[in-house]
């Protein structure tokens, strides 16, 4: 865990605008609002509305975000998600959702929407996969049927998926493998340039690079500042949350996003916990996305400020409280630990709606709060309060997932 110390800096506030994009007829945008230290607040313009920063994104892999409807989303402040492009291009067809307007009216969700594009179930299903400099061949894991994927497919296919904001395609790697994180490394700096190359004559969409380079300070160093010198519109550092311990992931971002422009956003891709937002947002980064709070809730766990919380603890039998004092989510303010436990020992559907609405609320109202605090000059005390209560809060039986 870094030091409370890591905040230390004065408040600077200024306006720093994005604006070439915009100039040029497109429709996104970044402008910088304020920092405190590392810390960062902004807005990023998309077609379909802004979004303040830093902001957790909802994962809403198959075009749904588990067991929540977008009215709900909406209620609990998320004001972008995240769709994935590997799985929509298997079921039902990138082709079909062009064809019915996109994604926004398929879903039914009316506000941004970030697609990845693939680069992780490359890597995640790596034993069904053939990787080239070209591309990626697969198997289908639903049907054993063969597929291609290089970087101009990635990149047509979230046109058509109507993304307001595409990654390049990437390959992952084991983040501890020096001689394979180079060569990823390389193979996807050699995408991120076809990628752009086929954006190029599409640029509604605003279109991320991927730093990689696993734990290595001196491939990630290589990785941003390649990726700088194409001149994205944004910046995503992806193959974190891979198995590497946290100091390398914190280490990882205070290399990386020094490196990156102060003019545009940064995204860390599938982080999410409190102490990752925390982290994260400490060394600059924007835009957070992660399963974590919906898988949680399926499996009867709760994000609370006090730590993770298993529902299903005979403990809250006959506990009225709720799963957070401190909460004001729906959940929260209308339901108690014992009807919660109680749904989830019967299996009820409700138990995974209610729990995910309140622990994707915890993250997106945390990554709210800590705006504010940036906006006010306070980042550092209002992150080390919820760290610190977090440290000293949390019984042993919260810590499992």
């Not at 929407?113 to 034993?127: A, M």
């Amino acid at each position: 865990m870094f030091k409370a110390s890591f905040y230390a800096g004065f408040l600077f506030v200024h306006i720093t605008e994005y604006n070439s994009a915009l100039m040029n007829g497109h429709e996104y945008g970044f402008t910088l609002e304020a920092t405190d230290g590392h810390a960062r607040a902004g807005r990023w313009q998309t077609a379909h509305g802004s979004f303040d920063t830093p902001v957790f994104a909802p994962v809403g892999t198959r075009a749904t975000v588990k067991a929540v409807t977008p009215r709900q989303l909406k209620e609990i402040g998320a004001s972008l998600v995240l769709a994935n492009t590997y799985h929509l291009y298997l079921r039902p067809g990138d082709t079909l959702i062009r064809d019915v307007g996109g994604l926004h009216p398929f879903m039914g969700w009316d506000r941004p929407i970030l697609t990845d594009s693939g680069g992780f179930q490359v890597w995640s299903l790596g034993k069904i996969n053939e990787i080239d400099d070209e591309g990626v061949t697969f198997q289908s894991h639903l049907d054993g049927s063969r597929h291609r994927i290089t970087p101009e497919r990635s990149v047509e296919i979230q046109q058509n998926l109507g993304a307001d904001i595409m990654m390049v395609f990437d390959e992952l790697s084991d983040p501890d493998d020096y001689e394979y994180c180079q060569i990823a490394m390389e193979r996807t700096h050699l995408w991120a340039a076809r990628s752009l190359a086929a954006w190029n004559s599409h640029q509604q969409q605003a279109l991320f690079g991927i730093v990689q380079g696993g734990i290595f300070d001196d491939l990630r160093e290589e990785s941003a500042t390649t990726l700088v010198s194409m001149d994205f519109p944004g910046y995503a550092v992806g193959g974190l949350s891979v198995g590497e311990s946290k100091e390398d992931m914190y280490r990882v971002l205070s290399t990386v996003t020094p490196l990156l422009p102060d003019d545009k956003p940064r995204y860390l891709m599938g982080v999410g916990t409190i102490e990752d937002l925390v982290a994260g947002i400490s060394r600059g980064i924007d835009i957070f996305d992660c399963v974590l709070p919906t898988r949680l809730a399926r499996h009867a766990t709760a994000l609370t400020s006090a730590g993770r919380l298993n529902i299903r603890n005979t403990s809250y039998s006959f506990d009225l409280d709720p799963l957070d004092k401190s909460c004001n989510c729906y959940t929260c303010s209308n339901f108690s630990r014992a009807y919660l436990r109680h749904l989830a020992t019967t299996k009820e559907m409700l138990s995974a709606t209610l729990l995910s609405i309140h622990n994707l609320y915890v993250l997106i109202q945390l990554a709210k709060q800590l705006r504010a605090a940036i906006i006010d000059g306070k980042f550092n005390a209002v992150a080390s309060e919820v760290l610190d209560k977090l440290n000293r809060s949390q019984p042993a039986e919260t810590l499992a997932s």
